[in-house]
């Protein structure tokens, strides 16, 4: 039984991977529609089908907002970057509003 879980295990992973690819393809063949495939020749389009083909499990790749394709190492510390500045922001904005509504001052 022992086995069974864990083949199972092993080719759900698998599943995912390759459904993954599936769906960075359609993401990336979506925006570049959506942008009337401006900036977009064909080989760049074959180039970048293929980096997101035979990206391995170690060097996974992912789609950005443009529809460039990235390593996902490099899109995880963008969106930290992105998750950072929205706090500060809404830090920001709550300091705001205690010191304009509720008259309290916000020391740092």
């Given at each position: 039984?022992?086995?069974?879980?864990?083949?199972?295990?092993?080719?759900?992973?698998?599943?995912?991977?390759?459904?993954?690819?599936?769906?960075?393809?359609?993401?990336?063949?979506?925006?570049?529609?959506?942008?009337?495939?401006?900036?977009?020749?064909r080989e760049?389009?074959?180039?970048?089908?293929?980096?997101?083909?035979?990206?391995?499990?170690?060097?996974?790749?992912?789609?950005?907002?443009?529809?460039?394709?990235?390593?996902?190492?490099?899109?995880?510390?963008?969106?930290?970057?992105?998750?950072?500045?929205?706090?500060?922001?809404?830090?920001?904005?709550?300091?705001?509003?205690?010191?304009?509504?509720?008259?309290?001052?916000?020391?740092?």
């Open positions: 039984v022992g086995d069974l879980e864990t083949a199972v295990g092993d080719i759900e992973k698998e599943r995912d991977f390759y459904f993954g690819k599936l769906r960075s393809i359609e993401l990336f063949l979506q925006i570049k529609q959506d942008q009337n495939w401006e900036g977009c020749d760049d389009l074959v180039e970048n089908l293929f980096k997101v083909l035979y990206a391995t499990v170690d060097e996974n790749v992912i789609v950005d907002d443009e529809g460039n394709i990235v390593p996902a190492e490099l899109a995880a510390e963008e969106e930290e970057y992105e998750e950072e500045d929205l706090l500060e922001g809404a830090l920001e904005g709550a300091d705001d509003f205690l010191a304009t509504e509720l008259g309290v001052e916000v020391v740092e």
